[in-house]
């Protein structure tokens, strides 16, 4: 299996911070990487997929970048409504694996 | 507005099996795939497996093969994970969630762009 590392595994911030999380792949996946939101109670969400591709309706404040084994998601100005842990995806293989998620706190 | 609607709580004794629903729309259900994701209480997300109806394809993780089976109802629009020899570390929050992709250069890029609320399995004995 492909394995998927995040940093940091929590995080505390404030409204408006800049937040930055990453995910390490254990192999070169090109593209193959996918990022949810999830709020206490509640399914995920997709917000980006294809590593940069923002999905329909989400805010413009979710930007994600990166290739082969090295990603990051980047929050630009943290809203009260992304306190949620934040995951990870991979689609490469045949065998599809999550990070195992970033906790986004308040500070 | 499409939605995957899941059925509801199941208690299961340890040995036994569940089976678990997950019904769409008949034009959400013929052109995605379909995969079951499961989250332990307090923990991280487990992808179990994926079905294409159209094509009746199956991929399933390795940690789950032989003891889970994904199947899909195209009269009904209606996915299904049922998972067997159940122990307590079942017990966790089964999501259906629509896969799909995006086509690149011969690359084929999956992607979960909607999910059910998640259905509760406890297993006690």
């Known amino acids: 299996d492909i394995q998927m590392t995040q940093s940091p595994s929590s995080l505390s911030a404030s409204v408006g911070d800049r937040v930055t999380i990453t995910c390490r792949a254990s192999q070169n996946i090109k593209t193959y990487v996918n990022w949810y939101q999830q709020r206490p109670g509640e399914a995920p969400k997709l917000l980006i997929y294809?590593?940069?591709d923002l999905q329909s309706g989400v805010p413009s404040r979710f930007r994600g970048s990166g290739s082969g084994t090295d990603f990051t998601l980047t929050i630009s100005s943290l809203q009260p409504e992304d306190f949620a842990t934040y995951f990870c995806q991979q689609s490469y293989s045949s065998s599809w694996t999550f990070g195992q998620g970033t906790k986004v706190d308040v500070k | 507005q499409v939605q995957l609607v899941q059925s509801g709580a199941e208690v299961k004794k340890p040995g036994s099996s569940v089976k678990v629903s997950c019904k769409t729309s008949?034009?959400?259900?013929?052109?995605?795939?379909f995969s079951w994701v499961r989250q332990a209480p307090g923990q991280g997300l487990d992808w179990m497996g994926q079905?294409?109806?159209?094509?009746?394809?199956?991929m399933y993780a390795p940690e789950f093969q032989g003891r889970v089976t994904i199947t899909a109802d195209k009269s009904t629009s209606t996915a299904y994970m049922e998972l067997s020899s159940l122990t307590f570390e079942d017990t966790a929050v089964y999501y259906c969630a629509r896969g799909r992709y995006r086509t690149s250069s011969g690359d084929i890029f999956w992607y979960f762009d909607l999910w059910g609320r998640g259905s509760q399995v406890i297993v006690s004995s």
């Open positions: 079905i294409i109806p159209i094509f009746n394809s199956l």
């Open positions: 294809v590593a940069s």
């Open positions: 008949r034009d959400s259900f013929s052109n995605y795939g």
